[in-house]
Every structure is written in structure tokens, then in C-alpha cells.
């Protein structure tokens, strides 16, 4: 079997007295969407942000495409393939969509020391990053700037800087909050697109939405990983059922 | 962005109209004043790219404007002086040659802003404008107990620095000399506001960890525009020095720090025009004012507490509010 894209191995990180990750050993492998599904406050986002370097752990292991990153500033990890969506959008407010995707697409592209050329004239960059907003589905608001989106459309950037990362693993922290029925069909069609081009790890609380997609699924509750398995796998669960499943809203 | 460009060629026009009336009513006080607004201005312009771009509150400018100003002194003394820099391990002469002491003092304030960033972007908020001011401090401290070149009293050097075939003690060329450079650093400004380290400098103030989560380090793009505001602000620094032929601590002091904020935030933070229309403003209330009372600075305090009131953009942010105003009306 071809190795995983992103490995970890009891990764654990406490807040005081509280386990948030509590040994948690995930594997994602090329081409699949991994859905992580637990009750709030499982620690889901705890475990997104020890991976993308936003965190330390207390202890454990993390791989990214076979090398130990666990102690790589955000900044390398997201040079090596790995990108993130936050849980709550993290924007620049007078900066617009198209700003944003231009920016997170200069990491392939030479970076962003460069001091003299306008950044307009760039007709290159501007066309491929309309092209990941028209995916998105938000290029008619790609010229205004985020204080002026709707909580909808900050979730749709979100995916489009994501993407714009050209990323090995996704790391998408439940990006369907607050994006209203249409909004959540859209990335829905899209995750199914991008399936195989990249590893995904997917958190949603949705079952729907986690049963059609997920290749595999993970359920994480009080910081611990209870099972690991299959869509009808993970229905028939003992544990996740009386754990988890029973009692979801 | 529009607004602020015509903000910012109205308040250029604005001191290129001052100079000329110097010029033509044969007045060198007042065009030694319009020379002084360009200088003012252009720290302030570099304190802007910091302090309105980068978010960056620095209260320790004063430390480049400084040894911009003892960088221009420092040579020049020595030339006329006849006395080398340094004997070992190699022969430096001093200078008087303008361009050479305006790369010199770049260069200077460039290389002291590095440690002073790095120390300083460890921290945030407060700690921040402590610790430049803390620097600045030092600087000012050590200017004051060192008596080679005048300690306290400062350093004197007779006659301005050589451009060329121009008089650079005709008060006319020199208010054009300072002019010209002011207009230069301000286009390098909009030219680097809109270039891919505008667009990251932009999130590195507004959102950091989105910075570093599309892989690029904040507190490098913040390093950087620190280094860069430190260096203009450097120039502005030598030229001062010249305008007045004198250099001393007072450069250097917190005072001048204040002065220097007073500048950007009086005309607008982050607009381009902001800093030249805030020292124009300035040393006109200084002139008027002053006239009338000592205590102009107090009056000065309460005009910069109602602007800061009114909302953020200073005297830009109040021409852009009446811009759209206007626009609104006529659409
Ligand atoms: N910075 C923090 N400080 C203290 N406790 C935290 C912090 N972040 C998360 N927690 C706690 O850790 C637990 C897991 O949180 P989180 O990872 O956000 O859960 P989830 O995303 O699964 O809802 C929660 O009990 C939460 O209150
Ligand atoms: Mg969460």
C-alpha cells in the first residue's frame, strides 16, 4: 500500500487539566476524503490546528508526505502541500476575494518579496485565481472587499484560498457552517471533484452530507479517536452509536 | 485609492505653491519652512509604511532620523575638517558630497532598524512602542555622553553638502532638492503598496495567521517594511541636518518620535498624502499658533484628539468622507 500523505501518531495536546487530543493516530491517504465527526467540543479543531502548526503538541507525531513536521513552523508545513480552512474565517477585511486568492498563489510563484511590479499587471495570476473563484462560485464578488461579504461568502474564500495553495492534504474545519443549502451542494459537487487530486481530511457535522462523501470516516469524542471505518461501517458501530450517533441533533 | 491620490497631489501642490511664494515674494524664511514641511514629511512617509501599512506603532523613529542626521554631520565634519573617518584597517575620508551622505545614512538607519525590529517584533502592541522607544532612548543617551562629535551641544558644520553644480545654500535649489526627493520616495511608496510585498504587508497587518497559513512568514514582511520605513526615514534625517547645518541629540529624542507620529496621524495613517499634508499642517499651526502662545503645542494636543475622535484618516480620511459625500449628491 502506498504510503499516507499525513500520519499522526498519539498526538496529544492538553488546556490545563483538559485533554483536547488525546493520542489520536489518523492516516490520510492520497485521493480520499477522510470526514472527522464527533460532538462539540471533541477536540476536532484542536487536532487541525496541532497539524497545520497553528499549535504544539505535548506529544506525538506528525508525517507530512513521509518527513516528521511536528516541529515546522505553519509557514513550511504550507510550503510542503498543506492547507487549512479555519473554523472561523480568518480574512483581511479591506482586502478583497481576489487579493486573497492572488496572495495564497504566489507561494508556487515566487513569493511575495518582490517590491516594484504591480501586482495588477500580473494578467497571469488574475486569470488563475478567476478561475478558482468561478469554482467556488463567487466570482461576481471577487472585487469587493471581505468586510463587505456575507457570512456565506467568507466561507466560500475560505475554500478558494485553500485551493489556491494547490495543496497535497485539505484540511477543511467544518466549512459548511453558515453556508445555507446552496452554498453546501456547491462544495459538496466541488469536494466530489477534487476527490483524488488530494487528500482531505473533512470536518462536518452533517451525517448526510459525511455519509455521501467520506471514503472513510473517523469519530473523535472526548479528544480520542473511537473508530475508524467505512460509511456502513461506521452506522453499525456499537460505540459511535451510543456515543455519538444516538444523540446528534 | 483614487482619493488618495488626489489627496496626495493636492498636498503636494499645496507645498510646491508655499515654495514658490517664497521663491517669487523673494521670502528664504518662508521657503527655509517650505524645505522644512518637505523634510518632516518625508519622515513621516517612512514612519507611515510601518506605523499606517504595517500596523506598526513605533515610537523609536527618531533613532533613524537621528543618525540619518549625525550620519551627514558626522561626514561632513570630518571633510572639512581634513580629518580621516578611520585610519585602520582601511583609509576613510569624510565627505561633502551630498548623494554619498544620503546612501551613507540609508544604510545606517537600515542596519540599526534590524536589531531594533527583531527584538522588537518578538512582542506586540505596548511592548512594541516600548521597546523602539527604549532604542531610540539608548541612542539619544549615548549622542548626549559622547563628546566627539559636540555631546549635548550637538555639531555645527557651516555649509551645506555638495549636489553637483547646485547651490545647495540657495534657499530655492534646496527647497526643490528636498521637494523632488520627497516626491521620489513617495511614488517608490505607492509603487511598493501595490506590488505582491503590498498586498502581504496589507495581510501581515490585518490578519497574520492567515499570513503564515499561505505559507509566508508575518514577522518577515513586517521586519522588511520596518527596515524600509527606518531607511527613508534615515534620509529624511540627513537632510535635516543640512537644512539647519546642525545636528544634536534633540534628533534623536522622544520629542522628535512624537513629532513624527504627530505628522502621519494629523494627516491621515496609511494614506500616501497623509504624512505630507500632516507636517505642512504642522509647521503651519507651529508658525501661526506659536505666534500667538507658548503653549500651541497644548492647543496642537486638543486639534489631534478631535481629528483622532472624528475617526481614523486624519485630514485624508475627513477629504475622502467629503469626497464620497459629493459624489453621493451628484449620482
Ligand atoms: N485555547 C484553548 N484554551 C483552553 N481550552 C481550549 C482551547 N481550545 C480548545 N479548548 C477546549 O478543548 C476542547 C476541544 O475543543 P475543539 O478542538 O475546539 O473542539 P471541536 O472542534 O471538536 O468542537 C473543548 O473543550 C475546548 O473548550
Ligand atoms: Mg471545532
Known sequence: ?249 | MRSDMIFTLAAMAALLAAGLYGYLGDEPFFLTLAAKAAIFALAGAGLNIALGYGGLVSLGHAAFFGIGGYAAGILASHARNYEPLMSWPVELAGTTSAPLIWIVAMLAAGLFSLPMGLLSLRTGGVYFIMITLAFAQMLYYFAVSWPAYGGEDGLSFYVRNELGGLSTMDPWSWFLICYAILAVALVFIAVLTRSRFGLALTMARENPLRLGNIGVAPRRVLLTAFVISAIVTGLAGALYADLNRFVSPSMLSWHMSGEIMVFVILGGVGRLGGPVAGACVFILLEQVLGGFTEYWQFLLGVALIVIVLMGSGGLAGLFERTGVRKAAAHG
Not at chain 1, 516541529?71 to 510542503?80: D, E, F, I, S
Not at chain 1, 469554482?135 to 472585487?143: E, F, I, N, P, Q
Not at chain 1, 472513510?216 to 473511537?226: C, F, Y
Request: net charge negative.
Open chain 1, 1 to 249: 500500500m502506498v504510503e499516507p500523505l499525513l500520519t499522526t501518531r498519539g498526538l496529544s495536546r492538553g488546556f490545563g487539566a483538559l485533554k483536547a487530543c488525546d493520542g489520536v493516530d489518523i492516516d490520510i491517504r492520497a485521493g480520499e476524503i477522510h470526514a472527522l465527526i464527533g460532538p462539540n467540543g471533541a477536540g476536532k479543531s484542536t487536532f487541525v490546528k496541532l497539524v497545520s502548526g497553528e499549535i504544539a503538541p505535548d506529544s506525538g507525531s506528525i508525517h507530512l508526505l513521509g518527513k516528521p513536521v511536528g516541529t515546522l513552523p505553519m509557514t513550511a508545513r504550507a510550503g510542503m502541500g498543506m492547507a487549512r480552512s479555519f473554523q472561523v474565517s480568518a480574512l483581511a477585511p479591506s482586502m478583497t476575494g481576489l487579493e486573497h486568492v492572488v496572495l495564497a498563489l504566489l507561494q508556487h510563484r515566487g513569493g511575495v518579496f518582490h517590491f516594484f511590479r504591480p501586482i495588477a499587471r500580473d494578467t497571469g495570476l488574475k486569470a488563475r485565481a478567476e478561475e478558482i473563484l468561478a469554482r467556488v462560485g463567487m466570482l461576481d464578488r471577487a472585487t469587493i472587499p471581505v468586510a463587505g461579504l456575507s457570512h456565506g461568502e467568507r466561507r466560500q474564500l475560505e475554500i478558494a484560498i485553500a485551493l489556491a495553495l494547490e495543496p497535497r492534504v485539505l484540511l477543511l474545519d467544518e466549512p459548511m457552517a453558515g453556508m445555507g443549502a446552496e452554498g453546501s451542494a456547491r462544495l459538496a459537487a466541488l469536494l466530489n471533484e477534487l476527490r483524488g487530486d488530494m487528500g482531505i481530511l473533512l470536518i462536518e457535522h452533517d451525517m448526510e452530507t459525511v455519509f455521501a462523501l467520506a471514503d472513510r470516516i473517523s469519530v473523535m469524542v472526548g479528544g480520542q479517536i473511537v473508530a475508524t471505518g467505512n460509511a456502513g461501517e461506521i452506522r453499525s458501530n456499537a460505540t459511535v452509536q451510543s456515543a455519538y450517533l444516538g444523540d446528534a441533533p
